[in-house]
């Protein structure tokens, strides 16, 4: 998500490191290419500025320029920088003393409340908490119906009283029901509002007292512009935001928002949005992305996303498999599907330390889409041809391309790939040590890429 | 309410906020040459930096930013420079209405976007433009993905009094688009407004549907879409470039829409689209009454913008 980012910050660093020495002006320059990058990744002007100026203080000291790796102590000054401008945080919604603990969503039209109250939802679950939600929307028309359907499908249960007019009532309500049927967490949606619409700024005030709520988080779009820290800033002053949720973060958007928000409003970032299902919103690190910003990769996010989806059972299994010589191409199926249920592989590959690299080396490598043909043509297999891939001959190999909606080359060119991983596997499961690791690295290379050729 | 007057006071905040500085900047400029600084060959660094400055902060980009500069770039007075940054803007956001050739009937105009931009309201008001013009709308609720989305529209629609052609939710978009486009044959109706789907652009499927709906509708009428408006929210950044660039490529957008321009983000961004992908501007949003969206003009934008300045 901070791909373009990354990328700019890597290169005026690239030039940087091919320095030996460092000067005053060649720091001068890096500076104005950083500058650049932040202001196209929609940093504030002013916290831009700021950061530049700080920066520029500590990396032309003499100290700094005179050391033996200068280069390596100014990336350091700017991750520090970076990190600065996150705030301290933990990520997520730590358990409050209330019970139940009221959450208000606050935020402009169209910034993903009502998704984010559902997400939140499922995530508090996952946390094994018992979250109640309830709509206060009673402005954008069909807004109840929308939370009401998108809880429902997930499992999370939703309040919706028959007053239909009356904000506060709503939501009172709904604290009411948690206090006497145990739920613990009271999450309650509100309508979209501008920051300087005064008659809907003093609801949400109202809101806040009447319910003694503890948590306000405030919604905002990973895509917004320089305007971020003024409505931020507005909703903090008039309520006092406890933390931030940033949405839409599987797209492109460079994300500058969330620094500047951060850091002119410090409010810590509490989670992230990263699509459109309900289990697509994660707690949110700074020190992960930092070193995500800074191509460093981000190991301990994939560890735990890993965790998530394959069980230790199915690991130690595939283990075994990978091991012995007994791979067939329905293990190459499980496999897949396994790196299917980690999400969008190209997200996957921004969390391996230099991998961003690689895959900007060979984009073509990573299409997804290659991964659901793949899939397609496995499928289109027999269970014995899966188990023994020698018995596909000529005329199979016509039937599996006519199933799967691919051609004859297309099924030639994965069994060529299956023997070949086959091969490598042998030798990794035959190697051992310092060795092992390097074909594996090897085999990672290949073998993500390998659906795809 | 005349529309300039409408336009201007759903702008006014912006207009504060942006122009009032430059307003000031301007002003110190020329109190600075009065008081017998003398007259210099060019804008002084420091007037132009503080001009990046105000631009950047509207979203303009630093592309757009710098080819403003460039042309305020050699203006000694503080009117000139202004007028300057003025006209260049005027021309980057000034454009050729659409040939009008044979007028299709009906007309079938797409509402495309990334999610929470404003499109289900924006389809809303455009029937309302349309009844206004004494058009008679159908409105297709193409987005079958979005809980309640069909109902937020359905509301819409019985608001403005337009026909409504919906289907269940997780039908196929194309279909309701090929149904509605024949409601509206069938009717006599003059323009289909087919709400879509918010997508990220980035989601390679999710564009591929919209190609769907392109192909469906161009089999339903000849030429369809006629017409198809990409709706922005004001407080994109540079993602907004994006945004237009990848809709344009995948859907062929043939129009902007700028929504929430009431609040104090500027939607600068459109300056950046027009000027790399020639993209026109065709209404913005300035309020959240049913008619406060407004046909868009260069001219008057940009004359709204800088009233209060002069």
Redesign the interface.
Request: aromatic content about 2%.
């Given at each position: 998500m901070f791909g373009s980012l990354t990328e700019r910050l890597k290169s005026v660093f690239d030039s940087v490191r091919r320095e030996t020495r460092l000067t005053p002006e060649s720091v001068e320059l890096a500076l104005r290419e950083i500058r650049?990058a932040l202001?196209?990744?929609?940093v504030?002007?002013k916290v831009v500025r700021a950061f530049i100026d700080r920066v520029r203080d500590r990396a032309v000291e003499k100290a700094v320029l005179e050391s033996l790796t200068p280069t390596q102590q100014v990336i350091a000054i700017v991750r520090d920088e970076l990190r600065g401008l996150l705030g301290e945080g933990t990520g997520g919604l730590p358990v409050g003393s209330d019970r139940p603990q009221v959450v208000l969503l606050l935020g402009?039209?169209?910034?993903?409340k009502t998704t984010t109250t559902v997400k939140l939802a499922r995530w508090l679950q996952g946390q094994g908490r018992h979250p109640l939600v309830v709509s206060t929307d009673v402005r954008?028309?069909?807004?109840i119906?929308?939370?009401?359907?998108?809880a429902g499908?997930v499992g999370v249960r939703v309040h919706d009283p028959d007053t239909r007019s009356d904000v506060v009532g709503r939501a009172e309500s709904a604290v009411t029901l948690a206090r006497s049927t145990g739920f613990d967490v009271v999450l309650v949606d509100t309508a979209g509002r501008?920051?300087?619409d005064e008659g809907l700024m003093d609801e949400l005030e109202r809101l806040k007292e009447s319910l003694f709520a503890s948590d306000l988080l405030y919604v905002a779009?990973a895509?917004?512009?320089?305007?971020?820290i003024?409505?931020a800033g507005e909703f903090n002053r008039r309520l006092g935001v406890t933390g931030i949720v940033l949405t839409?973060m599987?797209?492109?958007?460079?994300g500058?928002?969330a620094l500047s928000v951060a850091s002119v409003v410090g409010v810590p970032i509490a989670f992230v949005g990263e699509g459109e299902r309900a289990e697509d919103l994660q707690p949110f690190y700074p020190d992960r992305l930092v070193s995500r910003m800074l191509g460093m990769g981000d190991v301990l996010s994939l560890v735990e996303k890993a965790e998530q989806v394959v069980s230790r059972d199915e690991a130690s299994r595939l283990e075994r498999k990978l091991r012995g010589n007994d791979f067939t191409l329905q293990d190459m199926r499980d496999q897949l599907m396994t790196v299917k249920r980690l999400g969008p592989l190209d997200r996957l590959v921004d969390l391996i330390p230099g991998m961003g690299q690689m895959a900007s080396g060979l984009p073509d490598n990573f299409d997804?889409?290659a991964v659901i043909q793949t899939l397609a043509i496995i499928d289109s297999m027999t269970k014995g041809e899966r188990l023994q891939y020698k018995l596909i001959n000529g005329s199979r190999r016509r039937r599996i391309a006519l199933g799967s909606g691919t051609t004859v080359q297309d099924v030639n060119r994965l069994l060529k790939q299956f023997v070949e991983m086959r091969r490598l596997l042998r030798s990794v499961g035959a190697a051992s040590g310092q060795k092992k690791k390097r074909r594996a690295r090897g085999h990672m290379r290949h073998g993500l890429g390998f659906p795809m050729g | 309410m005349s529309l300039v007057d409408r336009l201007r006071r759903g702008l006014r905040?912006t207009t504060d906020q942006l122009f009032g500085r430059l307003d000031t900047l301007t002003s110190e400029r020329r109190r600075s040459l009065d008081s017998g600084g003398g007259p210099e060959a060019t804008a002084s660094i420091d007037t132009l930096e503080a001009l990046e400055?105000i631009l950047?902060?509207?979203?303009l980009?630093?592309v757009a930013t710098n080819r403003l500069i460039d042309a305020a770039r050699g203006h000694v007075d503080g009117r000139d420079l202004l007028a300057s940054v003025k006209g260049e803007l005027c021309r980057l956001l000034d454009f050729r209405p659409m040939p009008s050739g044979s007028v299709p009937c009906p007309k079938v105009v797409l509402v495309v976007g990334?999610?929470?931009?404003?499109k289900t309201t924006t389809v809303g008001r455009l029937a309302r433009l349309a009844i206004q013009e004494g058009q008679r709308p159908v409105i297709c609720a193409a987005d079958t993905f979005?809980?309640?989305?069909?109902?937020?529209l359905?509301?819409?629609a019985q608001h403005v009094d337009a026909e409504f052609v919906s289907a269940r939710?997780g039908a196929d978009p194309a279909a309701v688009v090929f149904d509605a486009i024949t409601c509206g044959k069938a009717r006599q109706c003059d323009i289909v407004l087919v709400d879509t789907a918010g997508r990220?652009?980035?989601q390679?499927n999710l564009m591929g549907e919209l190609d769907k709906i392109r192909r469906v509708a161009g089999r339903a009428i000849s030429g369809a879409p006629h017409e198809t408006l990409l709706v922005l929210?004001?407080?994109?950044?540079?993602?907004?470039l994006?945004?237009a660039r990848k809709f344009l490529e995948s859907s062929g957008v043939t129009g902007i829409v700028l929504t929430?321009l009431?609040?104090?983000?500027?939607g600068?961004?459109v300056a950046a689209i027009t000027a790399d992908l020639g993209l026109p501007i065709r209404y913005i949003g300035v309020g959240e009454q049913l008619d406060d969206l407004l046909p868009f003009s260069a001219t008057d934008y940009v004359d709204a913008l800088f009233r209060s300045s002069w």
């Open positions: 650049m202001l196209e990744a929609d504030n002007f402009l039209q169209g910034a993903g954008r028309p069909a807004a119906e929308q939370l009401s359907v998108l499908d501008l920051h300087i779009d895509m917004t512009g320089q305007d971020a003024r409505s839409k599987d797209g492109d958007a460079r500058g928002a997804p889409r | 905040r400055e950047i902060e509207a979203d980009g630093v990334v999610n929470g931009t404003g979005r809980a309640a989305a069909v109902e937020q359905r509301v819409w939710a990220l652009h980035t390679v929210d004001a407080t994109v950044g540079q993602n907004g994006h945004q929430k009431d609040g104090t983000a500027k600068g961004i």
